[in-house]
């Protein structure tokens, strides 16, 4: 039947319908008119089955609503990044609930839902005590470590939830099983390194070198050095890497614990000679004198090698003995004995012939016993002489001659058991030194500040002023980089001190350093 409708393509009112698909046509040209033929399904999204597809199907006879597929999704989304992080299927049971708490059960889609998914798999993992770096997590759920961290901050204050603190021991415990670096080690090597390394990492704790420092350079530089340590080589980059840390940081923080080592190496006879560059050389005794310190009972702090608890003559000379294993190399430089004078006046001595009552036969069997026991100990340290040479990296000895790993530091400990503990060293936190150094540079600026001031307003009076100490002043500011040349004695920090001078501004207030506090109070609040 024509249509009243006219055809768009010649104007002629001959539209009829196709008898195969239905749909309106031209009958004199043959043009396809607008499809006009919909045929709405009453009933809504749950009406009878046509052939239309209705939103929020997922195929033939399932009648799934927007709801449940957006909730099927999202807990598959939890399911792939809990396989890519590895996660068990209890704790993945446990990121799902924390999911829909947080919710509401409503789940979610988007990119904000996969931050959430790896901030709550941060939060499972830190609640039970197992390391994971949210510099992993952020990576497989691509995004920064930033966002992450506020993502993880406002899960935890949403739930109310108590985080333990981060413990770098089971960190450095974590990485040395399971870094690839460390992959090809023997199992026994991994267990004294484990020891070596948790005593090293406590000690940095004791010495603040982890205070409000990020936590896995430090773990990475002590794994380099325990390495090193036990002459298994590992690269830096390599190791910086595998836990994804900054290796400029990794390296500064290596620099930091060989500078601490120096420092206690002052407390030994040669400890003058020791330096960053050669502290591996004597590295194992370094190490050895802060084990028996940290076993010794505190009794009295000006006390230096008495509260050790082992006759250090003794030690000393047995360590320089030329049949033992503690003998460096023959091609040392300087030779470590110059450092000693050993008094032999403490060793055992007979002090009369007369004292023990022996006969001549039980003389003669002594005699014969220790004479066969030193030409067996004589032929050993012989043959095994060019092997212990071989195995020295660094002139540096064998862990089986000098590692006991008896010390309470190799066990994991609590923080004020660390403190209380004493390794040769003791020192305070590096920004609490920085501030000092800080605090001694801005006085020397405010008395330099005094004297422009002086010299400007009373140049006849100018030499009336104490003069600077430009020594002193040079020294305080040693830690900075130095312009190559210098057209001007004063910077930015010398005319904000005269300005508020000026403004008579105490001088207690400007040696604290708060420069745009004291500017708004005194100069801009006119």
């Given at each position: ?20 698909t239905?749909n309106?046509v ?6 396809l ?7 709405a ?10 052939t ?12 799934y ?22 996660f ?8 799902k609930d924390m ?16 931050v959430?998914?790896?901030a ?45 603190e ?21 199992e ?93 050389k ?15 009972k ?66 003669a ?46 066990k ?21 030194d ?66 508020l ?10 040696e ?13 609040n006119?």
């Amino acid at each position: 039947m024509e249509n009243s409708r006219s055809c768009k393509n010649c104007q002629k009112r001959t539209i009829g319908s196709d008898d195969t698909t239905g749909n309106p046509v031209c009958l004199s040209c043959g043009f396809l008119q607008d499809y006009d033929n919909y045929d709405a399904q009453i009933g809504g999204i749950s009406g009878p089955t046509g052939t239309q597809v209705r939103t929020g199907t997922a195929g033939t006879g399932t009648v799934y609503n927007y709801k449940e597929t957006k909730i099927y999704n999202a807990q598959k989304e939890i399911e792939d990044l809990m396989y890519q992080l590895g996660f068990s299927s209890s704790k993945s049971s446990e990121v799902k609930d924390m999911v829909m708490k947080v919710t509401n059960g409503e789940y979610g889609q988007g990119r904000w839902f996969t931050v959430l998914i790896g901030a709550c798999a941060c939060i499972v993992m830190r609640i039970d005590g197992k390391p994971l770096a949210i510099v992993t997590v952020a990576n497989i759920v691509c995004c920064d470590i930033y966002e992450l961290g506020r993502m993880v901050y406002r899960v935890v204050d949403f739930l109310d939830l108590k985080l333990p603190e981060f413990d770098i021991v089971d960190s450095f415990e974590h990485y040395i099983r399971n870094a690839p670096s460390f992959s090809e080690v023997s199992e026994d090597l991994i267990g004294r390194m484990l020891k070596q390394g948790v005593f090293l990492v406590q000690c940095l704790v004791k010495w603040y070198v982890t205070t409000g420092r990020r936590p896995l350079p430090v773990v990475a530089a002590v794994l380099v050095f325990v390495a090193q340590l036990n002459q298994v080589d590992v690269v830096i980059e390599d190791v910086a890497n595998e836990l994804q840390v900054a290796v400029v940081t990794c390296r500064l923080r290596y620099k930091e614990l060989l500078e601490r080592l120096v420092k206690v190496a002052r407390g030994l006879p040669w400890g003058e000679d020791v330096t960053v560059k050669n502290i591996m050389k004597h590295a194992t005794f370094v190490i050895q004198y802060m084990e028996l310190k940290s076993m010794s009972k505190k009794r009295n702090k000006n006390k230096n090698f008495e509260d050790v608890g082992f006759d250090l003559d003794y030690l000393i000379d047995d360590c320089l003995s030329n049949g033992n294993d503690y003998a460096l190399d023959a091609d040392d430089s300087v030779n470590d004995s110059q450092y000693f004078q050993i008094d032999h006046s403490t060793r055992l001595s007979i002090e009369g012939p007369n004292r023990f009552q022996i006969s001549q036969e039980c003389l003669a069997m002594i005699y014969s016993k220790m004479k066969n026991e030193m030409y067996v100990q004589e032929s050993t340290n012989s043959r095994d002489n060019s092997i212990r040479k071989r195995k020295r990296r660094y002139g540096m000895l064998s862990y089986t001659d000098w590692w006991k790993g008896e010390s309470e530091m190799s066990k994991k400990l609590l923080v004020k058991q660390i403190v209380e503990k004493d390794v040769g060293l003791s020192v305070m936190p590096p920004s609490f030194d920085s501030g000092c150094l800080a605090y001694e540079r801005r006085k020397e600026k405010i008395k330099a500040a005094k004297y422009r001031i002086h010299k400007t307003m009373y140049p006849s009076d100018a030499s009336s002023i104490d003069t600077i100490d430009v020594g002193s002043l040079e020294h305080v500011n040693a830690g900075k980089r130095r312009r190559k040349k210098m057209k001007f004695d004063v910077d930015w920090e010398d005319f904000i001190i005269e300005t508020l001078l000026l403004h008579q501004v105490e001088e207690v207030e400007i040696e604290k350093g708060y420069y745009k506090t004291l500017m708004d109070l005194h100069v801009f609040n006119y």
